[in-house]
């Protein structure tokens, strides 16, 4: 896939897709073929900082950590995005959720990994 600004952290997507975090301070999303779906910021109207994990729960929302702003954002496939960690994090890098609802964080400055529960819903 070329083009990319600094190409990150990278998630597949239940539909084939894969979504990439890019250095410059966005999120792609593109579909099995390798062609671009749609960037995050420009869908969403959401403006990051420096968007670093990214990975795609089993509703298909796309869950990013932002490292400068210390926070992780839902961005569901309709409807606004949710901010699911605005405190606790010093600097967010690795993700990934489970089938469970759980959230797995990689704080790069605490060298641990934290885990949210961010889902209710039964599986």
């Known amino acids: 896939v070329p083009n ?3 190409p990150r952290y990278v998630s597949p997507v239940p539909s084939g897709g894969f979504v990439v ?6 999120v ?11 960037s ?4 969403y109207g959401h403006q990051f900082g420096n968007p670093a994990g990214v990975c795609v729960d089993m509703d298909g929302s796309i869950l990013v950590a932002d490292e400068q702003r210390r926070t992780v954002h ?8 949710i901010c699911l960690v605005s405190t ?6 690795g993700m990934a959720c489970s089938s469970s609802g759980h959230l797995f964080v990689a704080d790069a400055v605490e060298n641990c990994v934290k885990v949210f529960k961010y889902c209710v819903r039964p599986p």
Not at 40 to 43: C, F, H, I, P, V
Not at 88 to 93: E, N, Q
């Open 4 to 6: 990319l600004q600094g």
């Open 21 to 26: 975090s890019e250095e410059c301070g966005d």
């Open 28 to 38: 792609k999303v593109f579909m099995s073929s390798r062609e671009l779906l749609c």
């Open 40 to 43: 995050l910021s420009s869908k």
């Open 74 to 81: 839902l961005f569901p496939e309709h409807g606004a995005p």
């Open 88 to 93: 606790g994090l010093r600097r967010p890098a």
